[in-house]
């Protein structure tokens, strides 16, 4: 094992600051929600907005897992271009759900107003780059289905692309407008405190023992206290631990790891070619990198894998090495942040919504994009549970749902990580 100490940039600056007393004692509820990431917030706050009685349960503090290390790309869609979400759930289906997600920036910024959540959000758009000519191809294929869609998307050549980002390695890239950035622990700190200005009533520290069903009412346990509530929303997502023992339905996902490093904030002359416009960045790779500044100036480059394991230390490699590709000036610039998170990839990278005996839901699955999607499936959730309509929900409940060998999957998604950093950093030995 490495010796891995993490710090967190968006745990250790965040502007918002949110703090939860522990469950204690017997409590009634209309709603109890399990997990206090992005879904759970969301549900609690537009819950609590309808009049509907909230106590959420969060086993850490809000934001603790994946929606607290998140890269912080507010993003109109999912992993997948939306032709393959047509082609997965059929034409009607997919329709929905794309123009669901469409609008999910929307509702992400617009709350982040209302609300005054302090999270540095900036809705400069974002840019997927071509890291090679298949990856051009690509992005001229999601441009096509985007502006079949009327997108406000632009597909911009290697010297357009270079002028946005401040770098030459990349084809070309596919900006979107309606997208952004923001600081994600801030946010889903600040969706908290919302929800509790609502009526909402959080509570961390409160990792939840059981849950069952009595056939009238759900009665989640802690160790210290009790909801008994008409209607459950678990929004445990890839930080789910619960045991049970009642053969109640868990999510069921593989879990795949994104680390990120942080420099220290760079000096404004330096950033005046570095991502001009603040645009996040993400690139066509099949193993995935990503790129953006803080509000403070700092740059911050991620991908795929852990960082507590022996061979991470390859990650660790790349990361100096990929700073250095990207911007040689910056070589020798140290890394001052180092953390990461953990994703819900199902096996067709879609979410899922499971039905839990009655009035329950379960929501996970997002496949490394929760900002937008978590905040909209929380939305939606609390507006089905609390008109008892399923309808608004982005996509059909299932009443059940299983994947094999998740396990052998997930060793399988980390080893190909370490694999391609090592063997990018053999075609780039000098830099």
Known sequence: ?????????????????????????????????????????????HAAEQGVDVRLLEAERVGHGGSGRNVGLVNAGLWMPPDDI????????????????????????????????DCHAARNGTLHCAHSKKGLRELRSRLAQQLSRDAPVELLDAEHTRARTGTGVFHGALFDERAGTIEPFAYCQGLARAAVEQGARIHESSPVTSISHD???????????SVTARALLL??????????????????????????????????????SILPGGEGCWDTGTVMSAFRRDHEGRLLVGSLGALDHAGSSVHRGWARKKLAALFP???????????????????????????????????????????GPGTLFGQTAAEAIA???????????L?????????????FFE?????????????????
């Open 1 to 45: 094992m490495s010796a891995y100490v993490e710090r967190n940039l968006w745990c250790e600056t965040a502007a918002e600051s949110f703090a939860g007393d522990p469950l204690e004692g017997d409590r009634v509820a209309d709603l109890a929600i399990v997990g206090g990431g992005f879904t759970g917030c969301s549900a609690a706050l």
């Open 86 to 117: 047509g082609e997965l759930l059929g034409r009607e289906a997919g329709a929905k759900l794309n123009r669901a997600l469409a609008r999910a920036p929307d509702l992400v910024f617009s709350l982040i107003e209302r609300h005054g959540i």
């Open 215 to 225: 056939g009238n009412a759900w009665h989640v346990q802690t160790a210290t206290g």
């Open 235 to 272: 929004a445990t997502n890839a930080y789910h631990q619960l045991d049970t023992d009642t053969g109640m339905a868990e999510p069921v996902f593989t879990p795949v790891h994104f680390f990120q490093f942080a420099t220290r904030p760079l000096p404004p002359e330096r950033l005046e």
């Open 329 to 371: 000036d910056l070589k020798s610039e140290p890394l001052e942040y180092a953390w990461h998170g953990r994703i819900a990839m199902t096996a067709d990278h879609l979410p899922k919504i499971v039905r839990l005996n009655d009035n329950g839901l379960m929501i996970f699955g997002y496949s490394g994009r929760g900002i």
């Open 387 to 397: 008109t008892g309509s399923e309808d608004v929900l982005p996509l059909a409940v």
């Open 399 to 411: 009443d059940n749902y299983s994947e094999r060998n998740t396990g052998l999957r997930r060793r």
């Open 415 to 431: 080893a190909g990580a370490v694999a391609d950093h090592a063997a990018w950093m053999g075609r780039h030995p000098f830099v």
